[in-house]
């Protein structure tokens, strides 16, 4: 066949232009033009007006997004949200308003330094924002906002369900985000106390989501690496870890192990790349863990090797499909 022609072509160019309505979702977010559209279809004309756009740029905008199947488009330009345009509003349950945003701005920017990633093993999020990522965040509170509510939507780690935490009477969730697992954990278990740890911007965050929980929850903004409460009966890092470097996670792990009582349990959960195999959604996240962070996606393995070196013995692993077909996985470990 011609090379140049049919499916192959096509699929390429889908693939090289995606950036194009990624970015131009983004614009429409940050304009508020889903929300707009959460009480029925608008005309191009009239969102323009309410958004302060140019008409005619906000139409083709428009329509790109609605061949992308974002939007519906009908007579006199007339403009209506399809079922994925709707997670673009950032009143529905998993809204993915926070990650177009995040996207759109400092990964995209991230993203047009890769060589620099290629070339040097560092990445290209800092030498573009002059700064590592968290430190980046400390100093931009309202991206922050924006990147924890982000963490916020994504499931809870199915693994978990295969954790037994009958008899855990505190847990301590590290770097726990906005507090989503906690609450679902504390929901499940209402003899158990929690401690939250993260960052000060993120503590304020899940002081507000977990409001109804009150009494039951502890909130410590803490830098993990010098400091973890001790003597609780289980520890968990929840996608933490997949930011990190060997060094730097053992460093996290070690200060754990540190805390921890003789019989505490650590609960590791992560989303892991297959063994020599291929999943494109655990590549994905890798590769945003390369640009962005010093980070990366592990295989179940390198866990298991990463907690041993660190001082603990892996006591069950529990195995979950995951968000959009990775394996997701629950580690126990306690102190070797
Ligand atoms: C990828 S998010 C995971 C959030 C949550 N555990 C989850 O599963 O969705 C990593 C978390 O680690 C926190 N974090 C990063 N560096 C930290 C540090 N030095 N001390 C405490 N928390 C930190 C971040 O603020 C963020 O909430």
């Known amino acids: 066949m011609n090379p140049r022609t049919g499916t192959e072509r096509n699929v390429l160019f889908g693939i090289l232009s995606s950036t194009w309505i990624a970015q131009a979702c983004y614009a429409v977010t940050k304009l508020g033009v889903p929300d707009l559209l959460a009480a029925g279809p608008r005309s191009a004309t009239d969102l323009a007006k309410e958004v302060d756009a140019d008409e005619r740029a906000l139409y083709r905008v428009l329509r790109a997004l609605a061949t992308a199947g974002l939007l519906t488009e009908s007579a006199g330009r007339m403009f209506a949200l399809r079922r994925h345009g709707e997670l673009l509003r950032s009143d529905v349950?998993?809204?993915?308003?926070?990650?177009?945003?995040?996207?759109?701005?400092e990964v995209i920017r991230s993203f047009t330094e890769i060589m620099y990633t290629l070339r040097t093993g560092r990445p290209a999020f800092d030498k573009v924002h002059g700064t590592s990522f968290y430190a980046y965040l400390d100093e931009h509170p309202e991206i922050d906002q924006i990147f924890t509510s982000a963490q916020g939507v994504l499931e809870v780690p199915p693994a978990l369900a295969a954790c037994d935490l009958t008899g855990v009477a505190t847990l301590v969730d590290i770097g726990g985000g906005d507090g989503a697992l906690l609450a679902e954990i504390l929901q499940a278990h209402q003899a158990m106390r929690g401690v939250l740890v993260d960052r000060p911007e993120v503590i304020r965050q899940a002081k507000h989501r977990l409001d109804g929980i009150g009494d039951r929850v502890e909130f410590i903004d803490a830098d993990f690496f010098r400091f973890v409460p001790d003597n609780a009966?289980?520890?968990?890092?929840?996608?933490?870890?997949?930011?990190?470097?060997?060094?730097?996670?053992?460093?996290?792990?070690?200060?754990?192990?540190?805390?921890?009582?003789?019989?505490?349990?650590?609960?590791?959960?992560?989303?892991?790349?297959?063994?020599?195999?291929?999943?494109?959604?655990?590549?994905?996240?890798?590769?945003?863990?390369?640009?962005?962070?010093?980070?990366?996606?592990r295989t179940e393995a390198e866990y298991h090797e990463l907690l041993t070196t660190s001082g603990f013995r892996v006591t069950a692993t529990h195995r979950a499909p995951g968000a959009r077909g990775a394996v997701n996985v629950a580690i126990e470990a306690g102190r070797a």
């Open 233 to 297: 009966d289980a520890y968990v890092l929840s996608r933490v870890l997949h930011n990190w470097t060997d060094d730097k996670a053992a460093e996290i792990l070690r200060t754990v192990r540190a805390a921890m009582p003789e019989n505490g349990r650590l609960i590791i959960l992560e989303d892991t790349v297959p063994d020599g195999g291929q999943d494109r959604s655990a590549s994905l996240v890798d590769l945003l863990m390369l640009v962005m962070m010093e980070g990366y996606d």
């Open 93 to 105: 349950p998993g809204s993915l308003r926070p990650n177009s945003l995040i996207y759109g701005e």
